[in-house]
């Protein structure tokens, strides 16, 4: 009946883009039914439209029309906007309703609709209104799903399952008891769905402490609040050196090596769409009062935090806006907020959270509508000393782009990793006037799991001693997944003695066209398919072998799953079924199988509704194309009344010979 649903959903909405791991865990069993489930994926993914769909099918069951569910999408004005908007155009066949009151909550409880979405603040504020649920969704659980509020929620509603949506699951992972399952970026970024994102390590002239830093590794309210600028002169030279790092993200480029304040217009009217992450709201505001000095960003630039947009209105008016070119924030946007425009985002918190540098490099991922090619770019800004440092804690926040690392990390093992800190350089003892021996370098133990630390992924840059906003390290996804895998997945960048490795891994034509699809692309463009098909002819079975494995797989497919499941061995034993027929083994194959469409079908007329006791024989035909050409029934009815699911159809009965 799900698989039924599921094509019928997928025909009525055309617009649906089959997502394979979609697909896939709208018909698994423990999604289905394990009564706690963390959807772990990354952004970019589709966990809003996934879940959509997963209700859907859910309020397709006749069974399941007067059960309740109850959305919370994170805690944001824009996150739930985000929500509604995404059910709206969906134009699902279940009734939902979205909430901002707690008179319109109240209503929803006690009317006929299924789906309720509602901020967690706002159904805290009348908990006791909540029935019982039958399913309870909540987004971005890694910050929700453990708080008082959403805790109060699961006690009162007890519903029978829980989804949660996360793109950062070591909490989860930590805890326990969940049903996991992982979409890691890798694997969205081998399907195309993924943005190339270059990233980068900026050291800057921040100089914060061990001691600045809480149990998260972030700063601590004390540290914000104590650290302060130099001097206006100072914090305009790092707003500067951060503007031609937008315009010129790979040092070297002469065209504005030169830049000032008065002939910055000229790039900053052409200024791609830009977010800056700031560590304070009074951070925040400096940075966007001295943007503002800058020529072609009098009017371009937004400040959204708590004190200035309760209603996140800023954030809506930088999408929409298109002479709006920075958005100046502090914590809105580094989590579930989707703008596919995006293209340049910057890190000022100081962070070292792995968890917290995902998710807001992770704003990055979608691909552009306007330009899907476009790269796009992340800057980590460091400590003017701890550059190195930062950079080994970027090479953590990639790794968990993988599914192997994904899939341990618990915010807690990141283990046994020895980092060297930067201390005053040592006096060399053969130089005249120095003394004998220097300060000896330490190192600090940071927690880590066994991550491969050797590892290239970032190309080293040398920066000026006096530079305040200077790139020292800098690599793109692309080439973090060819560190991963042994090999680069983008096919142009490939050797032809690269190929031939890949290739060299597999003992079938097909089987290296199946799971190597890029490289085997690459052989293509670059007109070397020869070389493929002069491997694998070396490799090539007789007919004898061909049959003989044919046979062999055939019996252990009905061995294990039974003579009836012809529809899903011609699926996946395609390669098996089309030998065996081509080579006229057809008798043989039917003989261990049972094929509907080649069995005799037996055919009689039903004389009365309901009075299945006279039935008047017709004939016997040889196969369903013989039954309808014969009876004008369709074969979904065919299907049904041989299936026992109905037991007469436009008149008529049926039964295998």
């Not at 423990?30 to 209700?55: H, Q, R």
């Not at 987004?139 to 006690?155: F, G, L, P, S």
């Not at 989860?172 to 969940?178: D, Q, T, W």
């Not at 009836?564 to 011609?570: A, I, P, S, V």
Request: aromatic content about 12%; hydrophobic content about 35%; some cysteine.
């Amino acid at each position: 009946m799900r698989y039924k649903n599921l094509q019928k959903m997928l025909k009525a909405r055309p617009f649906i883009d089959e997502v394979k791991w979609q697909m896939n865990a709208l018909v698994d069993e423990k999604i289905l039914n394990e009564d706690k489930v963390v959807l772990a994926a990354g952004t970019s993914s589709g966990k809003t439209f996934f879940t959509i769909m997963l209700l859907n099918l859910f309020y397709m069951d006749k069974a399941n029309k007067k059960k309740k569910t109850i959305i919370i999408p994170s805690a944001q004005t824009n996150l739930r906007s985000n929500f509604e908007d995404s059910i709206k155009d969906f134009k699902p066949d279940f009734k939902y309703v979205v909430c901002k009151t707690c008179d319109e909550l109240r209503d929803a409880v006690n009317s006929n609709v299924q789906v309720i979405v509602c901020l967690p603040q706002t159904i805290n504020l009348c908990i006791d209104v909540l029935p019982k649920v039958e399913k309870l969704i909540v987004d971005e659980a890694h910050v929700w799903y453990y708080a008082k509020t959403v805790k109060n929620i699961v006690k009162k509603t007890q519903p029978k399952q829980q989804l949660l949506l996360t793109g950062t699951p070591s909490v989860f992972i930590l805890k326990g008891g969940f049903y996991m399952h992982f979409v890691p970026v890798m694997d969205l970024y081998d399907e195309g769905r993924i943005a190339d994102t270059e990233v980068h390590v900026v050291s800057s002239y921040y100089d914060f402490k061990e001691k600045d830093y809480n149990a998260n590794d972030n700063l601590t309210l004390t540290a914000k609040a104590k650290h302060k600028l130099a001097d206006e002169a100072s914090f305009r030279k790092v707003i500067l050196g951060m503007m031609k790092k937008l315009k010129n993200p790979i040092k070297g480029l002469k065209n504005v090596n030169r830049l000032t304040n008065d002939v910055a217009g000229r790039f900053f009217k052409h200024l791609d769409k830009t977010i800056i992450w700031a560590n304070s709201i009074k951070q925040a505001n400096k940075f966007a009062e001295v943007l503002r000095t800058f020529n072609g960003l009098e009017n371009g630039v937004l400040v959204s935090h708590s004190k200035n947009d309760d209603g996140s209105l800023e954030m809506e008016k930088f999408k929409s806006d298109n002479d709006i070119r920075v958005l100046v924030s502090v914590n809105r946007g580094r989590m579930g907020w989707s703008y596919t425009e995006l293209y340049n985002a910057i890190d000022f918190t100081m962070t070292r959270n792995l968890n917290s540098i995902l998710q807001m490099m992770a704003r990055l991922f979608r691909i552009s509508k306007v330009d899907p090619k476009k790269r796009k770019y992340f800057y980590k800004v460091s400590n003017s000393k701890d550059a190195g440092y930062y950079t080994v804690i970027m090479k953590g926040v990639l790794l968990l782009l993988d599914r192997e690392w994904y899939s341990k990390f618990n915010g807690r093992n990141f283990n046994d990793m020895r980092i060297p800190v930067t201390v005053p350089r040592r006096t060399n003892p053969n130089r005249e006037g120095c003394k004998p021996k220097g300060r000896p370098r330490t190192t600090y133990n940071y927690e880590m799991i066994d991550l491969p630390l050797d590892m290239n992924f970032f190309k080293t840059v040398y920066a000026k001693q006096d530079d305040m906003f200077s790139t020292v390290a800098w690599t793109t996804i692309r080439k973090v997944r060819t560190a991963l895998t042994g090999y680069n997945s983008h096919r142009v960048f490939l050797t032809v003695e690269e190929a031939t490795k890949i290739m060299k891994r597999y003992k079938t034509y097909n089987e290296f066209r199946k799971k190597e699809s890029q490289t085997y692309e690459w052989f293509n463009t670059n007109k070397l398919r020869k070389i493929c098909m002069d491997y694998f002819n070396s490799y090539r079975l007789s007919r004898e072998e061909m049959i003989e494995e044919a046979k062999q797989a055939t019996l252990k497919w009905v061995k294990k799953y039974g003579k009836d499941n012809t529809k899903e061995f011609t699926q996946k034993e395609s390669k098996n079924y089309g030998r065996l027929m081509r080579l006229g083994y057809k008798d043989w194959l039917r003989e261990q199988m049972n094929f509907r469409g080649h069995k005799k079908i037996k055919v009689y007329k039903v004389t009365a509704k309901g009075d299945y006791g006279k039935k008047i024989y017709v004939n016997t035909f040889k196969n369903y194309k013989e039954v309808i050409k014969n009876t004008g029934i369709k074969k979904v009815y065919l299907d049904l009344v041989l299936s026992g699911t109905y037991k007469t159809a436009k008149g008529y009965t049926f039964e295998y010979a």
